[in-house]
């Protein structure tokens, strides 16, 4: 039987769907503690071992993935019970339940219809009145109207990326001007650096930028911080990740093909944007994901 040594606690992740609303399993693995089997010759994957069901918020667990969300709700939460299938080969370890924070990459806005005031009222019974001649209107200067100015300020929506990783020692800070600390992170080499998801941009009372994440606010100094994925195409990518990286039929990553090893080096066709994430589709037409934490340029 499955372990439920997380049963009692509060697992949340942020999560974004891809262009039809949908999000794959292979997007939660990589928020899960990484198990093999017994021999060690075999990694975790989506669709050999996650078993996923949907406890609440509307969705759907089908062809490994989640499917249901409308196109025309742009944030949601939902809830998911994971496990594995094969439990007694891989530890039989689960997650659950697990709290999905779900920014939908496929929201298209909603239609809010009102009702239209034609300036008709309704005709009811009795005498008719004949209606009073206009009053003769008063001769006034002409004036500029005065229009109200709302001291609101605007509000932007700033392009940011989607995920970032620390490239130096950091810290997390609770406020914009980034003087109240609350977590440092040392430097680590990039395959286990920190990696936040950002939540938005902000700026200092001196207009530096900052990035919102989850607890706080760190720096957008590009010599502290970096895009997790890719955003440009290339020519060859070497494998970085130290458990290999999983080549899938689709840009959604399901389908598994195969697992390349670590150092091997993968011919690449071109760069997809998959939500809000990337994927490099190879020369011999398998896609992988484009994270910089499983492969590097070559």
Do not use: C
């Not at 990459?105 to 239209?116: C, E, R």
């Not at 929506?157 to 800070?173: E, G």
């Not at 494998?239 to 999983?246: A, L, M, Q, Y």
């Amino acid at each position: 039987m499955a372990s439920t040594a997380f049963s009692n606690q509060i697992v949340t992740m942020d999560v974004t769907t891809d262009d039809d609303g949908n999000i794959a399993f292979g997007e939660l693995l990589p928020n899960l503690v990484a198990v093999t089997n017994n021999d060690g010759s075999r990694p975790l994957t989506a669709e050999e071992d996650l078993q996923v069901t949907v406890v609440n918020g509307g969705l759907a667990a089908e062809n490994n993935q989640l499917t249901g969300l409308s196109s025309s709700v742009e944030f949601a939460t939902a809830t998911v019970n994971i496990a594995l299938k094969n439990a007694a080969e891989i530890g039989g370890y689960s997650i659950r339940p697990l709290t999905l924070n779900i920014e939908n990459d496929a929201y298209t806005g909603s239609n809010t219809g009102g009702n239209t005031d034609n300036g008709g009222g309704s005709t009811g019974g009795g005498s008719t009145t004949t209606p009073e001649p206009a009053p003769t209107p008063e001769t006034t200067p002409d004036v500029t109207p005065i229009v109200p100015i709302s001291s609101d300020p605007v509000i932007k929506k700033v392009k940011h990326p989607y995920k970032i990783y620390a490239k130096r020692a950091m810290r997390l800070h609770k406020t914009v001007e980034l003087n109240q600390p609350l977590q440092s992170f040392k430097k680590q080499a990039r395959t286990k650096a920190k990696t936040f998801t950002v939540l938005g941009v902000s700026y200092s009372k001196g207009g530096a930028k900052r990035y919102r994440v989850a607890g706080g606010y760190v720096t957008a100094n590009p010599s502290y911080v970096a895009n997790l994925y890719y955003q440009s195409n290339t020519k060859r990518i070497r494998v970085i990740s130290t458990k290999g990286i999983n080549q899938y039929k689709t840009a959604k990553l399901t389908g598994k093909v195969r697992t390349t090893k670590r150092n091997q080096v993968l011919k690449v066709k071109r760069l997809i944007k998959t939500g809000k994430a990337t994927r490099y589709q190879l020369t011999n037409g398998n896609y992988v994901s484009a994270n910089k934490q499983l492969v590097i340029w070559k």
